[in-house]
């Protein structure tokens, strides 16, 4: 009550205080980059030039189970409502031009993914897709091979204790 009579009363004054009420992933780039209240601000002689703190990080999703047609847009647009898209690719066969039924999604806010991983299901082209975080190439080849000397080492123990 008392916000509402403060902005019919003196709505810029108000306006600061109301941006604190928007969904994260709904902000514009602008809101975003504001610095809150009692934060440095960048004339604080400890902030390092070009270090925006208050831009988040993306958020890139893998999205699995993807209908032969379902294209870019139709995936772009479904996910826009959870945030602003950056990034939108179905992968398709080198060879034949056809999905491969999977592809990947990048929001500006990373923090848009939780909310993705939270509402499901989704479905997209009467089918329901996968979205999980997409892990970095590097990152999945390093659990791979971790995953293998686990194995290996479960696979030696198990000989030994069984001879």
Do not use: W
Request: proline share 8%; aromatic share 6%.
């Amino acid at each position: 009550l008392l916000l509402f009579v403060l902005f019919a009363v003196c709505p810029f004054i108000a306006s600061p205080f109301l941006l604190h009420l928007q969904h994260p992933c709904q902000m514009t780039e602008a809101t975003i980059r504001a610095p809150p209240i009692g934060a440095p601000s960048d004339i604080d002689s400890t902030a390092v030039p070009g270090d925006d703190v208050h831009t988040p990080r993306p958020g890139k999703m893998f999205v699995g189970g993807l209908s032969p047609e379902t294209t870019r847009d139709r995936l772009h647009d479904y996910f826009s409502r959870f945030g602003e898209v950056v990034d939108c690719v179905v992968m398709t066969d080198a060879t034949t031009g056809r999905t491969r039924g999977f592809g990947f999604v990048t929001f500006r806010d990373g923090r848009c993914c939780t909310h993705v991983l939270r509402d499901r299901p989704h479905i997209i082209d009467a089918r329901e897709v996968d979205p999980k975080m997409a892990v970095p190439r590097e990152e999945m080849q390093q659990q791979q091979q971790q995953q293998q000397v686990m194995q290996t080492t479960t696979d030696g123990n198990a000989q030994t204790d069984t001879s």
